[in-house]
């Protein structure tokens, strides 16, 4: 086995697409049947025809997804990367709120 800062894999794998466009909820879940367990970097393209919901419509769909495993190096830029963009969520302030 020969060891590559730049090398990928990639495995289709079976996938159920949970969709809802309702009132209470609007979201697209996907759930894969195996590699679960993605790290930063991976990335997950799901095979098919574009799927869409009309308002209150929730249904859920099988179909296939291939998962493509990040090299070392992407993996490693990913999360130095993902550091720095966690940092522009906060608010950091250091005044005493009397006056902004």
Known sequence: ????LFARRSVE????????NTF?????????ARESDLQPGDEVRVHGADIHAAYGES?????SA???RASWLERAVTRVLGNFEFMELLDISFSDRRKL
């Open 1 to 4: 086995m020969t060891f590559s």
């Open 13 to 20: 794998v079976p996938c159920r697409i949970e969709v809802a």
């Open 24 to 32: 209470e909820s609007l979201h697209a879940h996907v759930d894969l």
């Open 59 to 63: 249904f859920t769909l099988e179909r």
């Open 66 to 68: 291939t998962v493509t």
